[in-house]
């Protein structure tokens, strides 16, 4: 199974600062044929559903503000939220989907301070 | 508007069988892979398995392949769960999702307490 490592684990960071979120794989997650990165990042607000964020690693899912930027390729992908808000409080998962079975990231907890 | 309603979930004692449901709307069910995944209380994010849109082809997660079988009813736009010989470990919020690999949309999922 690919393994899926996220850090921090929990950081804190206060409104209108970037944070950086990390994301890395135990395999490349890209398809060469395609050049696509098999990567998702998720939002979980407490008490709420998953959301989509990013999927192909870097592509913005509908609705999400332009301050959320997925980047990297291969095995170290990155999250970035520029201009924090009190909103972006929550759990943020990565996943691959580049082969089965799917797996995901434990996670990291955004806090605002 | 798009809309996956799971239910079926409560408390069941270890070894027993449960069956959770996921009633779809908004898009055309039938022309969709749709897929499970659970959390755990502790926020453990599981992936449990998926089916192929006409029914004829599912993945699951090996660690719960031999007790777990994902099915649907595209008649009734409806996806299904069922659970044999349930586990403490097994004790979650489960999800019921639309497509294969990247979840576009997510029910609200459904709890199931397994305790005696």
């Known amino acids: 199974d690919i393994a899926i490592t996220q850090s921090p684990s929990s950081v804190a960071v206060s409104v209108g600062e970037t944070v950086t979120l990390s994301c890395k794989s135990s395999q490349s997650l890209l398809y060469s044929e395609n050049n696509k990165d098999y990567l998702g990042w998720y939002q979980q607000k407490p008490g709420q559903t998953p959301k989509p964020l990013i999927y192909w690693a870097t592509n913005r899912h509908t609705g999400v503000p332009d301050r959320f930027t997925g980047s990297g390729s291969g095995t170290d992908f990155t999250l970035i939220i520029s201009s924090v808000q009190a909103e972006d409080l929550a759990d943020y998962y990565c996943e691959q989907y580049f082969v089965y079975p799917l797996t995901f990231g434990s996670g990291t907890k955004l806090e605002i301070k | 508007e798009v809309q996956l309603v799971e239910s079926g979930g409560g408390l069941v004692q270890p070894g027993a069988s449960l069956k959770l449901s996921c009633v779809a709307s908004?898009?055309?069910?039938?022309?969709?892979?749709m897929s499970w995944v659970r959390q755990t209380p502790g926020k453990t994010m599981e992936w449990i398995g998926d089916i192929k849109y006409d029914g004829s082809y599912t993945n699951y997660a090996p660690s719960l392949k031999n007790r777990f079988t994902i099915s649907r009813d595209n008649a009734k736009s409806t996806l299904y769960l069922q659970m044999s010989n349930v586990r403490s470990e097994d004790t979650a919020t489960y999800y019921c999702?639309?497509?294969?690999?990247?979840?576009?949309?997510w029910g609200q999922g459904v709890m199931v307490t397994v305790s005696s």
């Open positions: 908004g898009f055309t069910f039938s022309d969709y892979w």
């Open positions: 999702t639309i497509g294969v690999g990247y979840f576009d949309y």
